[in-house]
């Protein structure tokens, strides 16, 4: 089992691995080809006692990537998420208001509109890619209106986050080893960062001078501890938004519309169901598909776990993809069941570093849903999935449907 192995999970998420590693070895240590190697942490229970203690296990002292960084990389690529608390909850402060349920709710009329006039355009064609012509769509629409970025830029943005997010799939980077070697001070090892850093520069530019009600105008005046943000904090805390904020939701939902595709019974519950069950079956969609497949933590201390002493120093991936398919949690827990309950999926992590859009993603999701149902019977799949080759995010780059 190599949990390295890129190429492997192009194939399909090893979700056998994961169910052996549960039952015979919970916290695995993973030699890497290119590495010290890492312990694997499996189980639902250890993942939450990882993500709870960010004293014992950090986000801030080797960052999130299960790369390895010589400090001054670590620090020239520290935001919001590779740090700990206190200064993690300072940052994510300027923006959380925004996310909150009660700032949320009153987006979600709009968000239908949007999500019904891109789902009406993609039936329209009769033959569409789901992803790049719905799940894409939705959540970077709803998320350039949030930023302040023009929606004309949207696929400019989007293309900029394939190439950063995508950069171990040869459809987005050429030659990644090489780029991983000589761009290691950027987000994700890749140059592309640098053009969303420009973008950024732009937006906050034009903020600057022309203040709106938007997260890039928040940034730009935002102060921590009486000082403004730097202007490389600035840049990071951008790329994180614009690149990641809508990866769960746009592979979220194109997981989620390909397991209602291969699951007409659960489908059919979803067209029978009310809001209730678009609720339950968000949340089953967001289990199932576990669009982030691991984060990385470094142990600042000794610590015993199942027998397994994990060293200071040492690399520790907690295993979010296995942990939301744990039998000890989950009943037939390889079962797609849009009616689940209870459903303690680890998606959005838990603990500090709990996923900040988690609402919003689970609003799109349950709208998608909900707007979806009187479709689901007229659609088949006529192509694809094909995934991203990435052991980071499970995804799904082009998936073709029909609309009959």
Request: with cysteine; aromatic share 10%.
């Amino acid at each position: 089992m190599d949990l390295c192995d890129h190429d492997r999970f192009a194939r399909g998420v090893p979700h056998e691995w994961f169910a052996r590693l549960r039952a015979e070895a919970p916290v695995y240590w993973q030699p890497e080809p290119k590495g010290p190697g890492f312990w694997s942490i499996t189980r639902h229970e250890d993942v939450v006692r990882v993500s709870k203690d960010p004293k014992r296990f950090s986000s801030e002292v080797g960052g999130t990537s299960l790369e390895d960084l010589e400090p001054e990389h670590v620090e020239a690529r520290k935001s919001m998420i590779d740090m700990d608390p206190p200064r993690h909850y300072k940052l994510r402060s300027l923006i959380s208001k925004r996310f909150l349920p009660r700032a949320l709710t009153a987006f979600s009329d709009h968000i239908r509109q949007l999500f019904r006039g891109i789902l009406e355009a993609a039936i329209a064609r009769g033959d569409f890619d789901f992803v790049d012509d719905v799940a894409v769509e939705l959540p970077m629409r709803v998320f350039a209106e949030m930023l302040g970025a023009p929606q004309e830029d949207r696929r400019l943005i989007v293309d900029i986050g394939n190439r950063i997010l995508g950069a171990t799939d040869p459809e987005y980077v050429d030659d990644y080893e090489t780029e991983r070697e000589r761009f290691k001070h950027l987000p994700f090892s890749s140059p592309a960062s640098l053009e969303m850093f420009e973008y950024g520069r732009k937006l906050a530019a034009q903020r600057r001078a022309e203040p709106r009600d938007d997260i890039v105008t928040d940034l730009v005046f935002a102060e921590v501890d009486g000082e403004p943000l730097t202007p490389h904090e600035f840049d990071l805390y951008f790329l994180l938004l614009a690149a990641a904020g809508n990866e769960t939701t746009r592979h979220s939902l194109s997981g989620g519309m390909y397991e209602l595709l291969r699951h007409p019974d659960q489908a059919a519950r979803v067209v029978a169901g009310g809001e209730d069950l678009a609720t339950t079956a968000a949340d089953e969609v967001l289990r199932t598909v576990t669009a982030v497949h691991h984060f990385r933590r470094t142990a600042t201390e000794d610590v015993e776990m199942r027998g397994e002493v994990i060293r200071a120093g040492d690399k520790v991936a907690m295993w979010y993809t296995s942990a939301n398919r744990d039998e000890d949690v989950f009943e037939e827990p390889n079962r797609f069941d849009v009616g689940r309950k209870p459903n303690r999926h680890l998606t959005f992590g838990i603990g500090p570093h709990f996923c900040l859009g988690a609402y919003l993603a689970r609003l799109e999701i349950k709208i998608a849903l909900e707007e979806l149902r009187p479709h689901l019977d007229r659609l088949e799949l006529v192509s694809g999935p094909e995934r991203l080759r990435s052991n980071f995010f499970n995804g799904i780059k082009h998936m073709g449907v029909r609309y009959r």
